[in-house]
Structure formats: structure tokens, C-alpha cells
């Protein structure tokens, strides 16, 4: 069965502390992994797309990188304006189908 | 460049009814997919539009129904409405669904 699982469900930093957000997912074949950042009521905003194991790509104070397992999303000394949910989702080769997680919710205390 | 674009904000139903949730794709955008998301959970894939059609779908019961238009936007429809269907319901676009989708404000349901 297709799964995504983000951890941790809710993370707290202090600014400037810096941490990594993980998605691992079970999926019958990967076409694309996408990380989303979601305000409070709010549509999800697109961050990065990760095609093959291997892959990195960075904005800002964000990095995403991917493995055949797994990505991880770190964030290099956050600032307050960094606290939102971030989303990680999956596009399967497998019927086509798109799977999110439930997000990690990020915290960044001045 | 308008992004994606939804209506209404906001909606309350009763239990039984009926309800038609709108959508305008990005620019140059012609795949249009929709999300259900609980409070709390991620969102759940409902189904795509590609070509007017409905091209792949998620588990959702057939009370929910879609259209696309030849102008790309779309049509979310929910009929005989339960509780349950309470949610922020979201449209996302992309340029053919091999590509990133950009989402769009969501319309908030709530059933009573």
C-alpha cells in the first residue's frame, strides 16, 4: 500500500536552531516528491519538486534532498517567519495517484 | 499573473444537500486536481481533470463529482451531504501532471 509518514508531528526551535523534517514513503514507484509549506487556512505553497535519489535542492534557508526511502527537509537558522506546516507529498507512477502526509508542524520562537 | 483562484471562501450547508465549489487554473496551467483536507490531516486527493475529463480518482464515493471546462477551470460537486464532508476543500493546477501543482486559497465547507 501507498504510505507517506512525516516526523516529527510537531517540532519547536529556538531561532537560529537549526533541524531537519523527514518524509519517508512506501510507494509502488515514485514519479515525482514534493515539499509544501501551509499557513494556517490556507492553500499549500510550493516549494520544491525531488525527482531521483540523489537529488537537492535548496531556497532560502530550505535544503531538500532525496533517497529511495526517504527525504528530509532542513532548515538552516530559522527565523519566526519560518513557522508554518510543511507538507511532503508523492506522485506515484503506480495509477497516477498523489499521496500527502500529514505534516510537520514547525514552531520558531524569537 | 493571477495564481490559482477559488470560490466561494467560505460555505455552510445542511446535511442532504447539495454544493458546487469553483476553480481558475494558474496561467498556462491545464490539469486541475482537488483535495479534501481535514483539520489537521494533509490533503486528500478526490480526483484530476485533464482534457475535460476525469483522468484519475481518488477513494472518494461517486457523491463526488467534477467537471473542466474548455477554459481549464473547474467544478467541484458534492452531493447528499453528510458531516464528514466538513473540510477545507482545495483545487490545485499544474501544467500537465507530471509537473509541481500550485494551489489555490481552498474553500472552507461546513455541513450542519
Known amino acids: 500500500e501507498d504510505q507517506v509518514t512525516q516526523s516529527p508531528e510537531a517540532l519547536r526551535l529556538q531561532e537560529g536552531e537549526s533541524s531537519s523534517l523527514n518524509c519517508s514513503y512506501t510507494?509502488?514507484?515514485?514519479?515525482?516528491l514534493f515539499w509544501y509549506r501551509q499557513d494556517p487556512g490556507k492553500g499549500p505553497e510550493f516549494l520544491f519538486t525531488?525527482?531521483?535519489a540523489g537529488e537537492e535542492k535548496e531556497k532560502e534557508r530550505l535544503k531538500a534532498t532525496l533517497t529511495k526511502k526517504e527525504s528530509f527537509l532542513h532548515i538552516t537558522a530559522p527565523k519566526p517567519e519560518d513557522s508554518a506546516t510543511y507538507l511532503c507529498?508523492?506522485?506515484?507512477?503506480?495509477?497516477?495517484?498523489?499521496?500527502f502526509g500529514t505534516g510537520t508542524s514547525l514552531t520558531v520562537i524569537p | 499573473d493571477a495564481g490559482v483562484t477559488q470560490s466561494p471562501t467560505h460555505l455552510i450547508k445542511t446535511r442532504g444537500q447539495q454544493v458546487t465549489l469553483r476553480c481558475s487554473p494558474k496561467?498556462?496551467?491545464?490539469?486541475v486536481s482537488w483535495y479534501q483536507q481535514a483539520l489537521g490531516q494533509g490533503p486528500q486527493f478526490i480526483f484530476q481533470?485533464?482534457?475535460?475529463?476525469?483522468?484519475q480518482r481518488g477513494n472518494f464515493p461517486d457523491r463526488f463529482s467534477g467537471h473542466q471546462f474548455p477554459n481549464y477551470s473547474s467544478e467541484l460537486n458534492v452531493n447528499a451531504l453528510l458531516l464528514g464532508d466538513s473540510a477545507l476543500y482545495l483545487c490545485?493546477?499544474?501544467?500537465?501532471?507530471?509537473?509541481?501543482?500550485?494551489f489555490g486559497p481552498g474553500t472552507r465547507l461546513t455541513v450542519t
Open positions: 490545485a493546477s499544474s501544467r500537465d501532471s507530471r509537473y509541481e501543482q500550485y
Open positions: 510507494v509502488s514507484g515514485l514519479r515525482g
Open positions: 525531488l525527482y531521483s
Open positions: 507529498a508523492v506522485h506515484t507512477n503506480t495509477g497516477n495517484q498523489f499521496y
Open positions: 496561467s498556462g496551467h491545464d490539469t
Open positions: 481533470y485533464y482534457e475535460e475529463e476525469e483522468r
